[in-house]
């Protein structure tokens, strides 16, 4: 009924940049929050950026000056460009999508991930 596809995920060399892209599919109108969250191996998952409906971002510190998350609301798309990639970027990138209906019930959507992997 729902789904969250990334795309943009690969390869890059240390300094380098990639873009990547969320699109949510399916019966979701009421979207206030989307997000990008990663996991590396044998580490937790964590929240990289966040945007919400009215365009306000929050970012991770060690992304921050780096990462730049934008939003397009008609389409329920966002995309986070990174900047200066480093190792310690290599993750399984997540796009989040959360949902709240008119009588405040929130409901939160995941993709599958993408892999980013910056080589030294």
């Known amino acids: 009924q729902v789904q969250l596809v990334e795309s943009g995920g690969g390869l890059v060399q240390a300094g380098g940049s990639l873009r990547l892209s969320c699109a949510a599919s399916?019966?979701?109108?009421?979207?206030?929050?989307m997000a990008w969250y990663r996991q590396a191996p044998g580490k937790q998952r964590e929240l990289v950026a966040e945007?919400?409906?009215?365009?306000?971002?929050t970012y991770a510190d060690s992304v921050k000056g780096r990462f730049t998350i934008s939003g397009n609301n008609a389409k329920n798309t966002v995309s986070l460009q990174m900047n200066t990639l480093t190792p310690e970027d290599t993750a399984v990138y997540y796009c989040k999508a959360q949902e709240t209906l008119t009588d405040k019930t929130r409901y939160t959507y995941w993709g599958q991930g993408t892999q980013v992997t910056v080589s030294t």
């Open positions: 945007i919400i409906s009215g365009g306000s971002a």
């Open positions: 399916g019966r979701i109108s009421n979207i206030n929050v």
